[in-house]
C-alpha cells in the first residue's frame, strides 16, 4: 500500500525495524487466530495486519489524541482496531508468547535476580477500576505492578485500583508468577521495598521457591531494639532492584501511558501490553 507521503514512509520503516519482533508476532498472531479480519479474506479489509500493528505501536509512542492523529489510517479505523485488540486480549497474548520465546535461551540467568515494584498513573479521563491514592494529592490513579528479571523485563504485569496496598498487589502477583526456577535446589532471589515488608509476602516468596530480600519496614516494629536491617551481602544483592525502576522508566517513555487517556480499563491495559512488547522486542 502506498503511503501519504515520503515522510510516513521513513516513519512506517523505522518503526518496523525498530521493533521487527513484536510486529512479525503479532502479524502472524493475528492472521492465526483472526484470518477473516487480518487475511485479506473479504474485499472489506484495506490495511494489512503488519500496518495497523506499526501505526498502533507509533500512535503509542507519540500519545496524540485520536482526532490529532494524522497517520495514513483514518484515526477512526485505528480506534476500531485497538478496541477490538482490547475486547480479545490481543496484546496480552502477544506478549506472552513474546516472553515465553524470549525466556528459551539462558533462562536461570535471566530470573536469578527478579525485582518487584509498582508505579502509579495519574487518571486523565478514565472511568473505569481507579482508586484514590494519598501519594498523589489523593488523586484517582492506577497502580501497574510488575516483577522483572535482570533484563528489566516483566514476568509478571497487573494494573489495579490506586487504593490497593502494595503488599495485597505483590500476594497476587506471586500468587499468578509461572516464571521461577525449574530446580527446588536452585532459588532466585525476590527484591522489594519497605511496602513489601509483609509476614505474608514473605511466605508466600517462600512458597513460591524464592529468596525474599524485601527491605525492612521500621513502622512494623513499635520496640527500637526490635528493628531488623539488611545484612551487607544482602544490601549488595538489593542494588539489583535498580532493574525495575528502569524498566518503569522505558515504559514511561511512550507517552500514551504517562497518564490515563482511555476511558476504559481494557483499553489501557491494552496499550500497557503493548509497550511491553515493544520493549521486550529490543533485547
Known sequence: MALHDQSQDVIFLKTYAD??????TGVNYLKTNFPKKYNFWTMNQKYSAKYILVESLYFLKSGVSYADYRGPINHKTLNK???????HNILENIYSILLSQYLKVKKYSKLKYQSIDTTNIQNKNGKEKLGRNVKLKNKNCYKISIISDVNRIPLTISINPGNDHD??????????HKYTSDNTSI?????????????KVRYLCVENNFKPILDYNQRNTKKTTLI??????????YKKRIKVENSFCIFKKFKRVQLIYDSYYDTFKTFVYMAFCA???KI
Open 187 to 199: 532459588k532466585p532471589y525476590l527484591l522489594g521495598d519497605k511496602g513489601y515488608d509483609s509476614s
Open 167 to 176: 503488599a495485597k498487589i505483590a500476594l497476587a502477583n506471586l500468587t499468578n
Open 19 to 24: 521493533h521487527k519482533l513484536y510486529i512479525d
Open 81 to 87: 482496531h485497538i478496541l477490538f485488540f482490547a475486547k
Open 279 to 281: 520493549m521486550i522486542s
Open 228 to 237: 531488623k536491617k539488611l545484612t551487607k551481602q544482602e544490601k549488595v544483592t
